[in-house]
């Protein structure tokens, strides 16, 4: 018997999947000239004027605490972009198109997972690296980088995640469910820039907490072009907001005593991260359809 187990251990070291990774190489994806392509072009002044645009004003995280957050690395001819992303199933993972795909068309070439980590720049066991090729990108069809429509993809992984305690997939509205969450506390994380200020991103998790927007209150503050039915916002009250790094990741609520994703961040103000604009998300429950189509997820009834 104790033979066996130790082939089986020596087996699942030999079988795990770990990348090393080169972070003088990883930059935030909103450095990406196909990022600021996407927004209006009233936003393209602050490029060159203040740091791009997503966390600021909030805390970090206790290790294992957003179980389904993730470092998503996307490779492009380019460079190596840093975005967020959540687990969805043992086998995907759901970010935003933007985080995978260059204009309307080119995919990430190949890229990287980080799963269970807490400092994503140091080995901790709790993590898992597992890869991605382009063929494991499925990015929504109708995503349109100049309007910033459908920014959504599911990406498939080259090998299962294996859950525990430090990593679980996130809860995701059931399709019943038609509420807004306006005025519900949204919590959002990431390993992204934690002020305008600074050039780096931050190594370990981080989230920030803010009500979440009515769609109506949103529009108030951006304008219908750009926020619709698709779109969750959180309020930017307080310098509160994700940062560059973010994209991606996810915005999620207290639901049942239970962590509910009800959004993936897809931008916000250029003028920088703290300026109270609110940050805005795709809404998870409007693409719940497509998220189902294109990965083997199954959402609750």
């Known amino acids: 018997m104790k033979t066996f187990v130790l082939l089986v251990a020596l087996f699942a070291v030999a079988s795990a999947e770990w990348i090393d990774i080169d972070w003088s190489k990883v930059r935030?994806?909103?450095?990406?000239?196909?990022?600021?392509a996407r927004l209006p072009a009233s936003m393209q002044i602050y490029r060159d004027i203040q740091p791009s645009h997503r966390i600021v004003g909030g805390q970090e995280a206790?290790?294992?605490?957003?179980?389904?957050?993730i470092a998503l690395l996307s490779n492009f001819p380019t460079g190596?972009?840093?975005c967020g992303g959540s687990v969805l199933t043992n086998n995907y993972i759901l970010t935003a198109a933007h985080c995978v795909i260059s204009?309307?068309?080119?995919?990430a070439t190949s890229g990287t997972a980080i799963i269970g980590a807490h400092n994503r720049n140091i080995v901790e066991p709790s993590q898992?690296?597992?890869?991605?090729?382009?063929?494991?990108?499925?990015?929504?069809?109708?995503y349109t980088p100049t309007n910033i429509r459908n920014d959504i993809a599911v990406v498939r992984l080259n090998s299962p995640i294996t859950f525990n305690a430090r990593v679980q997939p996130a809860r995701l509205p059931a399709r019943s469910d038609a509420r807004q969450f306006g005025g519900m506390t949204g919590t959002v994380s990431g390993f992204g820039r934690t002020s305008d200020a600074t050039q780096t991103t931050s190594a370990v998790v981080r989230f920030v907490t803010n009500p979440v927007m009515t769609n109506a209150d949103c529009i108030a503050r951006w304008n219908t072009a750009l926020i619709q039915p698709q779109n969750v916002c959180l309020s930017g009250d307080?310098?509160?907001s994700s940062c560059n790094g973010d994209s991606g990741g996810p915005l999620a609520v207290q639901d049942g005593g239970a962590s509910?994703?009800?959004?993936?961040?897809s931008f916000g103000s250029a003028a920088g991260c703290a300026v109270g604009m609110p940050s805005v998300?795709?809404?998870?429950?409007?693409?719940?359809?497509?998220?189902?189509?294109?990965s083997d997820f199954v959402a609750r009834p």
Request: charged content about 15%; glycine content about 14%; cysteine-free.
């Open 103 to 107: 204009g309307a068309t080119t995919l």
């Open 260 to 265: 509910l994703q009800i959004g993936v961040v």
């Open 62 to 69: 206790t290790p294992g605490q957003f179980p389904y957050q």
């Open 281 to 294: 998300y795709a809404r998870v429950s409007f693409f719940l359809g497509w998220i189902e189509a294109n």
């Open 238 to 240: 307080g310098g509160r």
């Open 28 to 36: 935030p994806i909103e450095e990406f000239d196909h990022y600021w």
């Open 128 to 142: 898992q690296r597992i890869g991605f090729t382009t063929a494991g990108i499925r990015a929504h069809p109708q």
């Open 80 to 82: 190596t972009g840093l």
